[in-house]
């Protein structure tokens, strides 16, 4: 069965460009996660360069939130993107810069609109049924205000990445493992 462990080589240069599936070890949300805040993770599958294993899977990893924003609750979508700072292989750790991974949430825009035209329109139906052309006026506004505040209280959506998220990153500069 030996033949069948990963063999981490003496030497090995992990080129730019090389992609790392990482998984979380714990959660992170947009909600309340800081710039900066730092996160742990592992190395999901073996980075393999020129048949030899670079970076073996299990291999500790040490990340940051590169970027962060809660939800707004109107137009400001979530943000939640990390990076990674350094992998351990064999009791060494390796600094390391790979581009971020993360998410941005949706932008609430169209969906507002459409949330709060959507009342307008409805407000209006109902106003013009009950009291014709004033009413339908009375009913618009009343409508929009609904749809406001419909599109305001559902607006709040956080990127939150659970424990055991994969997230794959790429390094932008070589890392040499030895």
């Not at 949300?29 to 996160?39: E, I, M, P, V, Y």
């Not at 409508?143 to 939150?160: I, L, N, P, S």
């Amino acid at each position: 069965c030996a033949g069948l462990m990963p063999t981490v080589h003496a030497e090995t240069n992990v080129p730019s460009g090389s992609a790392i599936l990482v998984t979380l070890d714990q959660s992170v949300s947009s909600k309340d996660a800081r710039t900066g805040q730092k996160l742990d993770g592992t190395v999901v599958q073996n980075v393999v360069v020129n048949g030899k294993t670079a970076i073996p899977k299990g291999a500790q990893v040490h990340l940051s939130v590169a970027d962060v924003q809660a939800s707004g609750r109107l137009k400001t979508p979530a943000k939640l993107w990390l990076k990674v700072d350094s992998i351990e292989v064999k009791g060494r750790s390796y600094r390391t810069s790979t581009r971020w991974s993360g998410q941005t949430g949706e932008n609430h825009n169209k969906r507002n609109v459409v949330a709060i035209g959507g009342g307008t329109g409805a407000g209006a139906l109902i106003g013009g049924l009950a009291g014709g052309g004033k009413g339908a006026l009375m009913g618009a506004a009343l409508g929009a205000g609904a749809g406001t505040a419909g599109a305001a209280a559902t607006g709040k959506k956080d990127v939150t990445f659970p424990a055991e998220t994969k997230l794959r990153f790429v390094t932008t500069k070589s890392i040499q493992i030895r």
